[in-house]
């Protein structure tokens, strides 16, 4: 079993502030910026910030399904989900970056299979994860920077 990761960045026109209120509001934003891998997504407790727990599948392929039980901390200015239900750990991390910007990246990673499996998900799953992970941080510049 070797760590297994994925991670994308955006460049967001915004204050870091806000972009962090944003990336952290579970109830109105998240729904609103996920791509079509996301299904069932619902918030179980809280819905902002520190105390949240939300539920999805993510649909990583036709038949590569992840249930995921994601519960939410913050660290500074980082947004920790850990699933419940497997060793994935998600950090939407938000960072100034210039005028009145913010950068956005968001990291995967899980302990990934042995053998000749973990070597094909080692290699293959970080390129889809970042497709979405991209789409997802994609819509997230669009919700903020247009309104």
């Known amino acids: 079993m070797g760590q297994v990761s994925a991670s994308s960045t955006v460049l967001i ?23 079509s891998h996301y299904r069932d997504y ?11 727990v939300a539920t999805w599948k993510l649909h990583a392929t036709e038949s590569r399904v992840r249930d995921v039980k994601a519960s939410v901390d913050i660290a500074g200015h980082t947004v920790i989900e850990k699933d419940a239900n497997s060793t994935m750990v998600t950090n939407y991390t938000v960072a100034p970056a210039g005028d009145h910007s913010a950068s956005v990246t968001v990291k995967t990673s899980w302990q990934g299979a042995g053998g000749v499996k973990g070597f ?6 970080p390129l889809g994860l970042r497709k979405i992970q991209a789409e997802v941080l994609g819509n997230l510049k669009t919700l903020i920077e247009n309104g």
């Open 13 to 35: 026109k915004a204050e870091p502030d806000a972009v962090l209120e944003a990336v952290m509001d579970y109830r109105t934003v998240r729904p609103k910026i996920l791509s």
């Open 120 to 125: 094909f998900e080692k290699t293959f799953a």
């Open 42 to 52: 619902a918030v179980l407790e809280g819905g902002q910030g520190a105390g949240t």
